[in-house]
Structures are given as structure tokens and as C-alpha cells.
């Protein structure tokens, strides 16, 4: 098949889809795909240029995300790989854009990207229905105060609501410095949460075409499972499956298959737990499009199944061919 691997893109997460699309696509070419790496985050015409496509349509903005996306409909591309992370890569734009342009690609579709993406949204599905997630308080707008926490009790976390990869994150033992932390997290995003900072085992269950894969524990040599942890090989160890006893895992990936046939999605998610010494759990946030790198927490889940990274790239980009 004609592959298109987008990589890049413009949000915060550029440099880890990078990552994740470089690994895509050499998996894509041991299978025998003709791959193209796309990256939709440049000007509309270095994209022309580089591919050289007869394009005569006029065009003022210097990068114009639907017109880049267009480019791939005259490519004659089979699918489309998405490898971006965050930003409009996951919030639901590019998914919208590729189904109106009728391109067939990886990963869930707009509704469930944009339900995912923003943690506010998810973390009230999941509560609606049932399932255990971290009291919370949302900061809608930069000019909005947090002010009281009201419910909230010391330590919190402040997150972007629509961020990723633990960008912009503090971790606050009392109110000091709570409005920069906000600030902070404003820079990455356009709505934050502030949330009960939860202490435990950091659970990553993966689900694979509507199946939950083994789930992995996450040990991080920081306190908390930051980006250089993510990203950095060495600074996390992982236990796949995890350590834990056959009814609590049995429990996790039960709530982590409920939350990705709420949000909605398909393809391949991943849903991350906190789970307390007791064996309380809660749920962080679901992913819709998670990381590809050499650190990755999927590609070990379908590792401890016998996937090998090309089967399981190769799994998914069938699957969305199909």
C-alpha cells in the first residue's frame, strides 16, 4: 500500500510524534509499504515543492492545514498513518479534515479525539458512568482565578485540560505559587485543570481493537511520570504485565475497555490508572494517540502478546485499510 506517515505537526508534542513517525514509517517499509513522511505542521508550499504536486489553486495563509491534508488526496494515498501527537493531530481537527477529504486513516475518529483530548469533557463521561477518576477543578479561562479549591484537598496537580505528555504540569503541596502554575499551563493549552494529586502505581492499560492488552507498570525515576521519563531511555523501568493480583487487573482493563467504548473510540487507545496501595484506582486520562517511541508503553502491551513492533504496525495500518 501507498502509506502517508504524518509526522511533526505544530503543537507541543512536535519533537515526540518526530519520534513516533520515524519508527511508523521504518516499520511500514520492512512490511513492504511504499511510505511517504508527511508532515503537515510546514508552509502549504514547501509540501508542493517537496512532493512535486501540480497545485494551481491560490492560496494567501503560508500553512494552510486543510490544503496540506488535500495534498495527500492527489498523492493517491491507500491510508493515512496518523503519528502527530496532541494539538490538532489528537484534538479531533486533522480526523475531521480526513473524513471530509474521505481518506481512510489510523487511530479513533474526530468524536472520540475530541472527547479524549479534553480532560474536563472525559473526566465527566467517566464519572457519569460510574468510573473512578480524581476530583478536579477546571480553570476555563486565563482571566478566571482559581481562588478557593472548595473540595479539592492538598497535594494537586495543575495540567493543561487539552494538553499531553506531561507537558506543563505542577505538582503543588499548598496554594503557593497557584496562580503560576495556572500561567504555566495556559502556555499549553487553552483550559487547565487542577486536580487531587494521587499517589500510587502508574498503570498504562492499552486496548487494540476494541481488546485490552496486558497492562503495564510504569516506574519512573522521578517522583512523577514527567517528559524526560516518557522520553528518555533509562529513566523508567516497566513491568509488563504488571505486578498486580488477577482481580485488580481484571478491574482495569474492564474500566479501561468501558472508557474507550464511551469516548468512543477505535483502532488502538491507551488509558492510564493510578492505582493506590489498597488497590483504589483512578483514572488519569484516555490517549488516542499514543507514542511510538522506543519508550512507549503499546508497543510493549502488544509485545507481552507476541506482537512485534512491525505486526503491530502493521495490525493497525490493515485495520484502518479496511
Known amino acids: 500500500m501507498r502509506v502517508a506517515v504524518l509526522v511533526g505537526g505544530n503543537s507541543p508534542e512536535r519533537n515526540v510524534s518526530l519520534d513516533s513517525g520515524k519508527n511508523i514509517a521504518e516499520a511500514l517499509r520492512k512490511n513492504g509499504h511504499e511510505v511517504l513522511k508527511f508532515d503537515p505542521g510546514l508552509p502549504t508550499k514547501k509540501l508542493i515543492s517537496e512532493f512535486n504536486i501540480e497545485f494551481d489553486e491560490p492560496f494567501e495563509e503560508e500553512r494552510s492545514l486543510y490544503i496540506n491534508l488535500m495534498l495527500l488526496k492527489l498523492m493517491n494515498i491507500d491510508v493515512v498513518f496518523n503519528g ?3 494539538g490538532e493531530g489528537e484534538n479531533g481537527v486533522v480526523q475531521v479534515l480526513l473524513e471530509t477529504l474521505d481518506l481512510k486513516f489510523t487511530g479513533p475518529g474526530s468524536t472520540a479525539c475530541v472527547l479524549a483530548m479534553d480532560k474536563e469533557i472525559s473526566k465527566m463521561l467517566m464519572l457519569q458512568n460510574g ?11 486565563k482571566e478566571d482565578k482559581p481562588g478557593q479549591l472548595n ?5 494537586v496537580i495543575v495540567k493543561p485540560a487539552d494538553g499531553g505528555s506531561s507537558l506543563g504540569q505542577t505538582v503543588l503541596k499548598d496554594d503557593n505559587g497557584l ?7 495556559f502556555q499549553y493549552g487553552r483550559k487547565v485543570l487542577i486536580e487531587e494529586f494521587i499517589t500510587g502505581k502508574e498503570i498504562a492499560a492499552g486496548v487494540l481493537d476494541g481488546k485490552p492488552l496486558p497492562l503495564v507498570h510504569i516506574q519512573p525515576k522521578h517522583d512523577l511520570y514527567d517528559y524526560e521519563c516518557k522520553y528518555t531511555p533509562g529513566m523508567s523501568s516497566y513491568v509488563c504485565p504488571a505486578d498486580l ?3 485488580t487487573t481484571e478491574i482495569i482493563q474492564d474500566h479501561a475497555l468501558r472508557t474507550y467504548r464511551i469516548l468512543g473510540c477505535t483502532s488502538y487507545s491507551r488509558i492510564d490508572f493510578l ?14 494517540l499514543p507514542g511510538m517511541t522506543s519508550t512507549s508503553l503499546i508497543p510493549k502491551a502488544a509485545k507481552a502478546i507476541g506482537y512485534s513492533f512491525e505486526e503491530l504496525i502493521e495490525k493497525i495500518v490493515q485495520d484502518a485499510a479496511k
Open 151 to 155: 473540595h479539592l484537598k492538598f497535594p
Open 245 to 247: 493480583d488477577e482481580e
Open 179 to 185: 496562580q503560576q502554575a495556572v500561567d504555566v499551563a
Open 84 to 86: 502527530l501527537h496532541g
Open 275 to 288: 492505582v493506590r496501595e489498597n488497590n483504589d484506582m483512578y483514572i488519569l486520562e484516555a490517549n488516542t
Open 131 to 141: 468510573l473512578p477518576t480524581a476530583n478536579y477543578l477546571a480553570v476555563r479561562h
